[in-house]
T-cell receptor, first 114, second 113 residues
Framework: AQSVSQHNHHVILSEAASLELGCNYS??????LFWYVQYPGQHLQLLLK??????LVKGIKGFEAEFIKSKFSFNLRKPSVQWSDTAEYFC????????????FGGGTRLMVKP | DAGVTQSPTHLIKTRGQQVTLRCSPK?????VSWYQQALGQGPQFIFQ???????QRGNFPDRFSGHQFPNYSSELNVNALLLGDSALYLC????????????FGEGSWLTVV
């Protein structure tokens, strides 16, 4: 069975700082990878996804993530955060033979100070 | 176009009671999954329904059961509620097949007292 680890549980940044959130997964086969964001009081929204091809994927709101297969990692980055990026971020994995089942990490709560 | 809708948004139940949560998938979606998100944790997969049958199941006891109707809507039932069942229950929908984007509803907050 696959598992997902997010190393940072809480991150506090000032506006304009750069962001990198770590995500590692354990599964030996082909995977699809996702980052979801949950703004306060709102539902989970898809930020970006990787299925195949270019390992550097760009998502909404200036976010990007890089899939490094050799490291089983899919870290989320943003060059300059804004106060409105305050939210909880979840990394998720879908094993290729697992239909639409997602395995989520524990989440990283990001607070951006104005 | 409505996204994934869930009801009720909040509810309080007593230990030992039973609860039913409801979900309408996004238009055009035929696959519904349910997740449990405890406070401070990531969502955990409960089960998935497609063509009115349970297709996949996570590590949850038989107290958790579900149903999918011909219009693709779904229900999650939990029997013999425990305090530990208090959580946000998320419904997710997608089109069948690997690689399709999965959309989430806003969830139903269940508190067991």
């Amino acid at each position: 069975a696959q598992s997902v680890s997010q190393h940072n549980h809480h991150v506090i940044l000032s506006e304009a700082a750069s962001l990198e959130l770590g995500c590692n997964y354990s599964y030996g086969g082909t995977v699809n990878l996702f980052w979801y964001v949950q703004y306060p009081g709102q539902h989970l929204q898809l930020l970006l996804k990787y299925f195949s091809g270019d390992p550097l994927v760009k998502g909404i709101k200036g976010f990007e993530a890089e899939f490094i297969k050799s490291k089983f990692s899919f870290n989320l980055r943003k060059p300059s955060v804004q106060w409105s990026d305050t939210a909880e971020y979840f990394c998720a994995v879908n094993a290729y033979n697992a239909g639409n089942m997602l395995t989520f990490g524990g989440g990283t709560r990001l607070m951006v100070k104005p | 176009d409505a996204g994934v809708t869930q009801s009720p948004t909040h509810l309080i139940k007593t230990r030992g009671q039973q609860v039913t949560l409801r979900c309408s998938p996004k238009s055009g979606h035929d696959t519904v999954s349910w997740y449990q998100q405890a406070l401070g944790q990531g969502p955990q997969f409960i089960f998935q329904y497609y063509e009115e049958e349970e297709r996949q199941r996570g590590n949850f006891p038989d107290r958790f059961s579900g149903h999918q109707f011909p219009n693709y809507s779904s229900e999650l039932n939990v029997n013999a509620l425990l305090l530990g069942d208090s959580a946000l229950y998320l419904c997710a929908s997608s089109q069948t097949g690997t690689g399709n984007t999965i959309y989430f509803g806003e969830g139903s907050w269940l508190t067991v007292v």
